[in-house]
């Protein structure tokens, strides 16, 4: 009796590997020790991601046993060289990329398309129709 009272459960471990995605999507297929299937794909809050083929991923394992997985993200690129602590840059395919910089600049990089109203310094922003009456 005493012996059953000395036998802990094992307790839940989390692992994690690095893998390569050979599936698209947001919910992809990831080559580690061997390759799974339909893993989610989770990331920071306000965050949309879908890895490409070939992208090299991390790989969290969780639960008993380590059967459930989840990628939630990749290695990242090299920071520009001014880059500063606590400064944020999303990029993507083509160069296009949001770069939110700790002095309040936003630099926005690549073809900026805006839909719906923008303001600027409190104003909703019209284009100057200066020139077309008179054609």
Do not use: F, H
């Not at 989770?42 to 090299?56: K, R, T």
């Not at 459930?68 to 880059?83: D, F, I, L, R």
């Not at 909703?124 to 009456?133: M, T, V």
């Amino acid at each position: 009796m005493w012996l059953s009272k000395q036998i802990r459960p094992a307790l839940s471990t989390a692992d994690a590997d690095l893998g390569v995605t050979t599936i698209a999507g947001d919910s992809v297929g990831v080559m580690t020790r061997g390759e799974v299937r339909t893993l989610p794909v989770y990331g920071p809050g306000g965050y949309v991601w879908m890895p490409e083929n070939g992208a090299a991923v991390l790989v969290v394992k969780g639960g008993p046993g380590g059967e459930e997985q989840c990628v939630c993200g990749m290695k990242q690129c090299a920071p520009p060289g001014k880059m500063r602590p606590g400064e944020v840059l999303v990029y993507g395919p083509g160069g296009n990329s949001v770069y939110l910089k700790k002095d309040g600049t936003v630099e926005l990089t690549g073809d900026v398309r805006i839909q719906g109203t923008l303001w600027v310094n409190g104003k909703a922003y019209a284009p100057c129709e200066c020139g077309k009456e008179n054609l």
